[in-house]
């Protein structure tokens, strides 16, 4: 057995002993501590093979999964990890299914309150008071939110509730979550479009003449080419004057060791000069500002462009 397989058996072994022992709080902390150790030890190639086989082999994952967060994470029945009714988990907006087991609504109290889900909920926030700003600036702005979801940041948006968005269209690939978001927000104005990355690049979907266009966790899951293209398809919807936000994971976040093995959530993380890169191809005249910035903890980047 070699070191690394020694290393991880040993504290999996010892973080099941003290969930199973109700000491969750203690093994959640010293696990996700120590995945987060070996992740940065480890090289690219040797924590993926990790992730798939030494973690998912222990029987420490039949008690992670019963919080039910990390369970439709990995399981993915939409197809992918972060969707709409996980994030919503996250927001703390939907009960934990009635079946959940007392372990796992307690690992689920300790994970929601991360570092990772911290940051997705701060993200929300920010982007809500984005969208004030952006209201107080410009009478009635045509919005565009990419990959949306059920759009939370909407709803914490005094701007929204007010009736001072003008045109505010919502983008997603994924129609049972537009679905949702007709029946909860159509009423404050919102118009829930589908369509994906692959149709705006294709220029299928295409917008002009807006005033403010974001997306939060599309370019998590993006190849830095496909960022940039996407990026110059954005820019090219931005009336002078527009801005376009993106934000990305950094990629140190202390749960992202536990998100990629026992959640199934892998992630393209971005330092600030990759997610400057992805603005770079921009036409140089048409840049009237463009900054690079973080959310108070840490965990997020955020590209902002105002166009000229």
């Given at each position: ?13 010892k973080a099941y002993s003290q969930i ?114 952006v209201a107080a600036e410009i009478e ?13 940041e909407a709803q914490k948006s005094k ?150």
């Amino acid at each position: 057995m070699n070191s690394l397989a020694t290393e991880s058996r040993a504290l999996f072994d010892k973080a099941y002993s003290q969930i199973n022992d109700f000491q969750i709080i203690q093994g959640m902390s010293e696990l996700i501590t120590g995945l987060h150790g070996i992740r940065r030890r480890t090289s690219a190639d040797e924590w993926s093979e990790f992730a798939k086989q030494e973690c998912l082999a222990h029987p420490i994952k039949s008690l992670l999964h019963q919080d039910p967060m990390t369970r439709r994470a990995f399981e993915k029945p939409r197809g992918y990890a972060g969707d709409a009714e996980l994030l919503d988990l996250i927001y703390g907006l939907r009960p934990v299914p009635a079946d959940t087991t007392s372990i796992g609504a307690a690992i689920y109290g300790i994970n929601i309150q991360a570092a990772g889900t911290s940051a997705v909920r701060v993200r929300r926030d920010m982007l809500a008071a984005k969208l004030d700003e952006v209201a107080a600036e410009i009478e009635q702005p045509r919005v565009l939110a990419v990959a949306c979801g059920h759009l939370r940041e909407a709803q914490k948006s005094k701007a929204v509730a007010a009736g001072r968005i003008g045109d505010f269209y919502a983008l997603d690939q994924d129609k049972v979550s537009l679905e949702l978001l007709a029946r909860e927000q159509s009423a404050n104005g919102i118009t829930p479009v589908h369509g994906s990355v692959k149709t705006i690049l294709k220029g299928e979907t295409t917008f002009s003449d807006l005033d403010f266009v974001y997306s939060t966790g599309l370019y998590d899951y993006l190849p830095q080419p496909v960022a940039i293209s996407l990026t110059n398809k954005l820019f090219d919807m931005l009336r002078p004057g527009g801005r376009l936000i993106v934000a990305n994971f950094l990629p140190d976040v202390i749960s992202l060791g536990y998100m990629e093995t026992f959640m199934g959530w892998p992630l393209i993380y971005r330092n600030d000069e990759e997610m400057a890169d992805i603005a770079a191809n921009l036409p140089a005249g048409q840049v009237a500002a463009k900054q690079v910035y973080h959310d108070a903890h840490e965990h997020v980047v955020f590209l902002e462009v105002t166009k000229g």
